[in-house]
């Protein structure tokens, strides 16, 4: 099935449909075939993406080549996104090379500050064909303190998505990047009610299977998944690298590890059958 170059169509579907894309954090050919072998085999529909600590081992062209070929191979639409997204400069090199899909994360800005870049990146990116995803809140830095999360008022995320021009908005509901983590789903309902469109949440990989699915009822399209398959491609590794008389053994414990946890993720979302 063809690379999905406009990531709106693949969120509007998710949207009207009532289920979820897990975004997966890839930075290796490894990671990228295992998550979509477990898409064809789940047969969903998802999102492979970079985060910028990953385009310091390659380029965004080098991303987008390789997502594209192994997209073009595949029988599930794919498309790719630009997780965290930190200047203008990294998002247009992502959208020249010929990501589906950039994220501004505008937080640390003032609001108005926030919604203005918002806008101007939204001309940007619907002049190039792919989607925007806009910040209002934040997440915490992962396995460590949660001093800078900063959860979403439902206002601020419906003038970002309204005033900005997002396709869909990233919003802090409770999850925290890397940990464990239950979803505030009080504030979710209210978050959703307040912007009527699509919602994603960050720091998926510790939220409990309950939790993801009222969120998928709520209108989230798009999970980031990240420290699940860091974790199990480092596991897998370490029990393999020993007895391992090749490297191709190692590799294809990596991809079974990672096969297993994306198809978790996966049904946990309800997208298995969604293709």
Known sequence: MPYVSDGRILIR???????????????????ARACVTAAERERAPIILQTYPGDLDHA?????????????DEASVPIMLHLDHGDSQERIVQCLRAGYSSVMFDGEAHPLEDNIRLTRELARTTS????????????FGGGEGSDDDVHLTEPEVAARILREGGADMVACSVGSRHGQSSHLDLDRLRA??????????????????????AEAVRLGVVKVNIGAALFRALLAAW??????????????????????????????????????
């Open 13 to 31: 579907r998710a949207y009207e449909g009532q289920y979820a894309m897990p975004a997966f954090n890839v930075c290796s050919l490894e990671m």
């Open 59 to 71: 380029s965004p062209a080098v991303f987008a080549g390789l997502v594209r070929r192994l997209a």
């Open 127 to 138: 002049a190039a064909g792919a989607s925007l995803e806009a910040a209002a809140g934040s």
């Open 191 to 212: 978050v959703a009610e307040a912007i009527q469109g699509p919602i994603v949440i960050h720091g998926g990989s510790g939220i409990p299977a309950a939790d993801l």
């Open 238 to 275: 370490r029990s393999t690298v020993g007895p391992a008389q090749t490297h191709y053994e190692v590799y294809a414990a990596a991809r079974d590890a990672l096969t297993t946890v994306a198809r978790e993720k996966i049904r946990m979302m309800h997208a298995t059958g969604k293709a």
